[in-house]
C-alpha cells in the first residue's frame, strides 16, 4: 500500500522549495500531513538594461532539479502543484514560444500609471469593477506600460501566462489559466467572476491574451513526454492549485470555520479575512484593500503591507558592504536596540525600488524630525515596529470594513521563524498570535492536490488537517499594553 503523495513548488520573490508532503494514517486512525523539504533555491531579479526580469528559466530548471530528485528518494508522488507571486507573466508567441523574459513586477515602467488609469477610469468605478488595492505592480499597469511603449512581443502575443500558469505549461505543454492568480491582475472582474473585457477594451489591452481561469484544484494535464524522458521520471500530473502563494498560504491556516484574520508574512505581509463575495465599498477602496479570489471560490479581503522587504534589502545592503550578517544576529541586535527610537510607514511608495534603503530609512526619519538609526539593531528594531504597527492599523480597518471582531491573529509564512516580530505584533494588537505553519504556501499547495487526489473534502477538511498536523506557538500579548497603545497613537497620528 503506498502513502499518498504529492509534490509542491512554491515560488517566493526571495526563495523557491519543493516540498513533498505524504498522508498518513497515525496508530489511532487520526491523519497526518508530514512534509519534508526537497530543495530550496534563491530567487532574484536581474537587472538588464532598463528593466528588471525573473530569471525564469533558472526557475524551471530548479523545478526540473527537484521532480529528478523526488523520484530518485524514492517519492512516488500522483501530482505536483506549483504556486507563486502574484501579477507577473509572460507571453507566448502563435507558436507557443516564450516572447521573452517576464517582467520583475519592481520593474519601474509602471511609474505614474496608477495616477493615469484613475484619471481615465476614475478610481471607484476601477475599484468596483477590480476589487484590488492601487499597486503599481497589478499586471494591468504592466500590460498597459508595454502598450505605451509600443511593445512588439505584446503587439505579436498570442497568449498571457501567469507565472505559475507558465512553469505549468513549459513542464506539461498545457495552457490554463487559474483563478485565483488572475483575481491579482485587476482586470478580473470580481463579481462577474470573468476577464473584464470592457477595461481591456478602453485601456487597449488585447481581449484574447487571456484564457477562461479554472478553479483550484483543477487537474491540468501528465508531464509532458520530452520532460519524462530528460529527467527519467513517470508522467505525474500537474493540478492548478491556489497558484497565487498568498492563497495557497491561507488554504493552510489552522482556524476552524467561521471569520479569522490572518497574516501572511514573508517578503510582503498581507493581513486579512475569509469572506464569500467580494466587499467593493468606498471605505474598502478608501483604506485600499484588495479582494483577491481564493481556493473554494472564497474571495481574501486583505491589505499588502510593503513587509519584511524592507529587512530584506537593508541586509543585501550591508552584505554589499562586505558584512554579511544573518537574521538571527540581525534580530538579536534588534532586541538589544532602545524601544521606539524612530518608526516609519513601511508602506512609504519610496520603500518599493530596490537599493538604497538604509538611506531611504534615514530620510524618513529626519523629515518626521526622529533620529535616525544608528546601526543595525536601530534599524532593524525600526522596521519590525513600525511592521507591528501598521499591522494592528490594518487589522482595526479589516474590523472596521468587516464589523467582525477578532480575538488573535493567525500568522504564517517564513516571516515567523522571527519571533521578535511575532512578539512585537502580538504586543501591538494587545492580542493573541498564533503562528504557524511557516511553509504555509507549500502546505496549502498540497492540501489543494490532496482536495484534487480525493483524500481532502473541501477547504475546511484540508484546514483541520493542518492543524492536526503543525504546531503553532502562541504569543500572548503583555498584561499592560499601554506602551504599545501610546505608540499606536502616536503611529495613526502620522500615518493613515
Ligand atoms: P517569500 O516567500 O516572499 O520569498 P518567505 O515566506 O520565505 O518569503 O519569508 C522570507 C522572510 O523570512 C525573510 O525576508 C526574512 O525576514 C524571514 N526569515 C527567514 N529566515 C529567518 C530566520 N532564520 N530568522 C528570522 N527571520 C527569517
Ligand atoms: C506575496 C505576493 C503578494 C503580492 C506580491 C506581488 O508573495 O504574492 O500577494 O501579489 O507577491
Redesign the pocket.
Known amino acids: 500500500w503506498e502513502i499518498p503523495a504529492a509534490l509542491a513548488f512554491d515560488l517566493?520573490?526571495s526563495s523557491g522549495r519543493a516540498l513533498i508532503g505524504r498522508l498518513t494514517v497515525e496508530a489511532d486512525g487520526r491523519r497526518k500531513l508530514e512534509v519534508s523539504e526537497l530543495h530550496r533555491f534563491p530567487n532574484y531579479a536581474v537587472q538588464v538594461g532598463r528593466h528588471l526580469h525573473w530569471d525564469i528559466l533558472r526557475l524551471l530548471h530548479e523545478i526540473k532539479i527537484s521532480i529528478r530528485k523526488t523520484f530518485r528518494e524514492g517519492y512516488q508522488p500522483a501530482t505536483f502543484g506549483i504556486d507563486?507571486?502574484?501579477?507577473?507573466f509572460g507571453l507566448l508567441d502563435a507558436d507557443g514560444e516564450l516572447l521573452g523574459n517576464p517582467y520583475h513586477?519592481r520593474d519601474p515602467q509602471t511609474e505614474g500609471l496608477i495616477e493615469e488609469v484613475n484619471g481615465l477610469i476614475g478610481s471607484e468605478a476601477l475599484y468596483r469593477q477590480s476589487g484590488l488595492q492601487f499597486?503599481p505592480?497589478n499586471t494591468l499597469y504592466q500590460l498597459l506600460a508595454m502598450k505605451k511603449a509600443g511593445s512588439p512581443k505584446l503587439q505579436i502575443a498570442d497568449t498571457l501566462l501567469l507565472t505559475p500558469d507558465l512553469l505549468m505549461y513549459l513542464l506539461t505543454g498545457v495552457r490554463v489559466c487559474e483563478f485565483s492568480m488572475a483575481t491579482?491582475t485587476q482586470l478580473f472582474h470580481p463579481v462577474d467572476r470573468a476577464w473584464n473585457t470592457g477595461l481591456m477594451e478602453q485601456l487597449g489591452i488585447p481581449p484574447h491574451l487571456f484564457l477562461k481561469p479554472v478553479l483550484p484544484g483543477h487537474s491540468v494535464g501528465p508531464l509532458a513526454p520530452e520532460v519524462c524522458r530528460e529527467l527519467g521520471v513517470p508522467a505525474v500530473t500537474g493540478v492548478a492549485v491556489g497558484s497565487?502563494?498568498?492563497e495557497s498560504a491561507v488554504a493552510a491556516i489552522p482556524a476552524e470555520a467561521g471569520p479569522f484574520a490572518y497574516l501572511?508574512c514573508?517578503?510582503?505581509s498581507?493581513l486579512g479575512t475569509e469572506m464569500d463575495s467580494p466587499l467593493l465599498t468606498p471605505e474598502a477602496m478608501e483604506l485600499q484593500f484588495s479582494n483577491?479570489g481564493g481556493v473554494g471560490g472564497t474571495y481574501q479581503l486583505?491589505k499588502?503591507i510593503m513587509?519584511l522587504w524592507l529587512l530584506q534589502e537593508c541586509k543585501r545592503e550591508w552584505e554589499e558592504a562586505g558584512n554579511e550578517i544573518g537574521y538571527p544576529q540581525l534580530v538579536a541586535a534588534a532586541e538589544a536596540a532602545e524601544p521606539f527610537r524612530s518608526l516609519v510607514n513601511p508602506d512609504d511608495p519610496r520603500f518599493y525600488g530596490p537599493g538604497g534603503m538604509t538611506d531611504k530609512i534615514r530620510a524618513v526619519c529626519r523629515e518626521t524630525a526622529q533620529p535616525e538609526p544608528r546601526n543595525e539593531g536601530d534599524f532593524v528594531r525600526c522596521i519590525l515596529e513600525s511592521l507591528a504597527l501598521r499591522y494592528r492599523q490594518a487589522l482595526d480597518q479589516a474590523e472596521r470594513l468587516t464589523g467582525y471582531s477578532f480575538e488573535r491573529l493567525h500568522m504564517v509564512g517564513g516571516g515567523i521563524q522571527n519571533r521578535l516580530l511575532c512578539r512585537f505584533t502580538a504586543n501591538a494588537l494587545g492580542r493573541p498570535v498564533w503562528a504557524g505553519p511557516v511553509e504555509a504556501?507549500a502546505i496549502g499547495n498540497l492540501l489543494v492536490q490532496f482536495i484534487a487526489q480525493g483524500l481532502c473534502t473541501d477547504l475546511n477538511d484540508a484546514r483541520r488537517l493542518s492543524a492536526a498536523s503543525f504546531p503553532v506557538e502562541v504569543y500572548d500579548p503583555p498584561e499592560d499594553a499601554s506602551e504599545w497603545e501610546d505608540e499606536y497613537e502616536r503611529f495613526c497620528r502620522a500615518w493613515r
Open positions: 517566493g520573490a507563486s507571486w502574484g501579477v507577473d513586477y499597486m505592480f491579482t497565487h502563494d498568498t501572511v514573508g517578503t510582503w498581507l483577491e486583505l499588502n513587509g504556501s
